[in-house]
């Protein structure tokens, strides 16, 4: 089972909006609504953004939104902030004996 | 509030096995609401799942790792423990564990690196 596809940096300016994808296949993001999104800091342990493709969890920004068309994932980041320069991983449930298939990871820069 | 917290041995030998411990605050393992996983992060890469176990004992592992991989559960002591066998170089990664709602990830230790070197 391969990694589910992300763009290895995606840039923005702060107040601005950005959208990392994440492309897996019929097997796992097509299939399914269990994609979620985590937030990692250098040295952090991730911190989930995103449940089951658009939900946020209690206490995360609203500027987090989630989504997902066909076998691409999307998480888009609104008004951007300094302290969104973050990794972001997707990950999705899988039909494959992997079960969780993680993202390759996208570095968010805010410039 | 949920916390995990990873707790091992930070150096291990090649071809020796790989032992961590789980314990989980907050939020007892036998409710049943939730699997527990496994996670690891080599230096620099990406995430990879290793393999959950329910309260029950029953388990699931990556196929990558599965020959090698042992992740058991101790209610008395509201814990769960991995265990990766012959390990190499490859193996060096900070090791979470969290808890797993069946399709996602919501609460996570603070990770464990784990060196594999003689």
């Known amino acids: 089972q391969s990694a589910l596809t992300q763009p290895a940096s995606v840039s923005g300016s702060p107040g601005q909006s950005i959208t990392v994808s994440c492309t897996g296949t019929s097997s796992d993001v097509g299939s399914y609504n269990y994609v979620s999104w985590y937030q990692q800091h250098p040295g952090k342990a991730p911190k989930l953004m995103i449940y089951e493709v658009g939900n946020r969890p209690s206490g995360v920004s609203n500027r987090f939104s989630g989504s997902k068309s066909g076998n691409t994932a999307s998480l888009t980041i609104s008004g951007l902030q300094a302290e969104d320069e973050a990794d972001y991983y997707c990950t999705s449930f899988s039909s494959s004996s992997t079960l969780y298939v993680f993202g390759t990871g996208t570095r968010v820069t805010v410039l | 509030q949920v916390q995990l917290q990873e707790s091992g041995p930070g150096l291990v030998k090649p071809s020796q096995t790989l032992s961590l411990t789980c314990t989980v605050s907050g939020g007892s393992i036998s409710s049943g609401d939730y699997y527990w996983s496994w996670i690891r992060q080599p230096p620099g890469k990406g995430l990879e799942w290793i393999g959950y176990?329910?309260?029950?004992?029953?388990?699931y592992y990556n196929p990558s790792l599965k020959s090698r991989v042992t992740i058991s559960v101790d209610t008395s002591k509201n814990q769960f423990s991995l265990k990766l066998s012959s390990v190499t170089a490859a193996d060096t990664a900070v090791y979470y564990c969290?808890?797993?709602?069946?399709?996602?990830?919501?609460?996570w230790g603070q990770g464990t690196l784990v060196t594999v070197s003689s």
């Open positions: 969290a808890r797993d709602h069946s399709d996602y990830f919501d609460y």
């Open positions: 176990i329910y309260y029950s004992g029953s388990t």
